[in-house]
């Protein structure tokens, strides 16, 4: 049978605490939860304090992620809140959803020469990216909460779905030609990332 118990090691200057779940596995895992909890599972027969070991020494790595988790759960935080404010006609924070059309009509003549037709943008709110294409079918969608973002951001996604309607996958050839078009992409990317 399986049994969970919590516990707690000292690592890296702070307290850990974590879940242990005992259950049939080979090695020792673990996984730091979206909502920040450490989730750690193993043999019945690993000693407790080999595990505690174990998970002082991923201490880095898990102080990391529990921050990274935190920065999410108050961005979407700070995001329900704006939409709130939004939806009740108050002030806002967030950006006026027509940038999104605006950006399109700024960056799309770069693609003009490519023979690239100029794509539908689609806006919803989505969990796990900022933008996603349907080449195909000429169809750009990107995340509601880009709103919350600065447009040099907005502009990075626009810029990379864009790309994909001439390079469909993340290929050497992809990341070059982004290059060429916006050489301070990363720069970009790394603010959307905070
Ligand atoms: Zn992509």
Known sequence: ???ISTRRVFASGRE????????????INLRVRADGIIRVSAS???????????????????????ERSKRIS?????FQRELANVKAGKKTNLKDPAIFNEILDEIYPL??????????????????????????????????????????????VVMH????????????QFYGFMEKLMPD???????IRI
């Open 111 to 156: 693609f003009i020469p490519y023979g690239v037709k100029k794509p539908v943008l689609r806006i919803r709110t989505m969990k796990s990216c900022w933008g996603s294409c349907l080449v195909n079918k000429g169809i750009i969608t990107l995340n509601r909460k880009l709103l919350m973002k600065p447009r040099e951001c907005i502009e990075y």
């Open 161 to 172: 779905e864009l790309c994909h309607f001439i390079y469909p996958d993340h290929s050497k």
């Open 185 to 191: 992409w990363k720069e970009r990317q790394n603010v």
């Open 74 to 78: 108050k961005f979407e935080d700070d």
């Open 16 to 27: 850990i605490e974590y879940l242990l779940e005992r259950k049939q596995v080979k090695n």
């Open 1 to 3: 049978m399986n049994s």
């Open 44 to 66: 019945p027969r690993v000693d407790a304090s080999q595990i505690d070991d174990f998970v002082a020494g991923k201490a880095p790595f898990i102080l990391k992620a529990m």
